[in-house]
């Protein structure tokens, strides 16, 4: 099941430096395993944001969220998931 997740990241002032850095450090190591995965098919950065677009391919929506809940940044993120489906004109 493909999944394009869309990731608004938050993060208070008030975050001590040390704790922020540690936090991204985590993230994307936990980011880069799910990419060498297959999970995690891409991510982007949106132009002048601190927000990505990702592609996921996972087994449900309970995978899904599993995933996206053990993410270091998830208290920190806005997450909106869209459902996908085959396109009738794809030819992938
Ligand atoms: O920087 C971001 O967009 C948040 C993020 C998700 C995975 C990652 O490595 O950073």
Redesign the pocket.
Known sequence: MMFLVR?D?RIPHDLPATDVDAIKLR??NY?QDLQRSGKWQA?Y?VVGE???YSLFDVESNDELHTLLSG?P?FPYMEIHVTPLAQHPSSIR
Request: glycine share 0%; net charge positive.
């Open positions: 990731m990241v993230e994307k980011s991510i950065r601190y927000a990505n993410l940044l």
